[in-house]
Each structure stands twice: as C-alpha cells, then as structure tokens.
C-alpha cells in the first residue's frame, strides 16, 4: 500500500471516530456545560471547535476503561500492545533486555495520546483550523 493510500485511509478513520466521539451523550453533555460557562465564551470567545477540543481532551483524560470500549480504540491499543509483545518475544535475549521494563500502561497511554492527536487533527480539518486553515493574503 502506498503512504498517500495509507494516510487517506488513517485520515478516513480519525474522521469517523472523531464524528463518533462526539456524538457520546457524555461528550455531549460536556460540550454543553463548557459552553455555559460565560469565561470561555465571553472572556476567550470560544467558538464550537474549541468546545470539541476541550471534550475531546476530557473524553481521553477521563475513565480510561470507559475510553477502551470504543472499538476502534481498543482495536488500535490492542494491536500495539500485541506488536510490543512480539518485538520483545522475539528471542530470549530480547527478552530479558527489554521485556522486563516493559509496561503495559505506557504502550497504552502512548497509543491513546496517539489517538487523541489523530481526533484534534480531525477537528482541524473540519473546522479548517491550524495546517488546513486557509491562508491569509497580508
């Protein structure tokens, strides 16, 4: 597969989980209550994309078995954790060396922050934000 085809499919992938994060009711109801806050929105002039942002931040850094029983994300974390269990399975001395410092609760956060990036991207894209925003003549 090509890099243009794999990341056409990555990008697919994130758009799709993003639109299914936030339909959680519990995102939701997130992005509501932030929206009541009048500091954001009158002293920061939030707009829709940074309540998105702000959920999708607190859907990753809340309940991490609840975050896991997302498919797509379980599929993902799951598959690196296998992956990290072959590279370091790979032979005795491998073993040894590496497997003992090995933890699962870093293959996991990492792979979950990894998540997150592709989501805020996502967001990026559809609300046309940072590298997809469009450039402005000066």
Known sequence: MSIGKWLEQRRKWADDLLTKVLGFPKVQDD?????????????FGW????FEREAIEHFFEGDVEETLNVAEIWKAVKTAIEGKIEDITFDAKTLVHEGYGVKIETIIDDKLSEIQEDLEDA???????GKYAKPTST
Do not use: A, V
């Open 31 to 43: 992005i509501e209550d932030l929206k009541k806050d009048d500091e954001w929105n009158k002293e």
């Open 47 to 50: 707009t829709q994309y940074n």
């Open 123 to 129: 967001l990026d894209r559809k609300h046309k934000k």
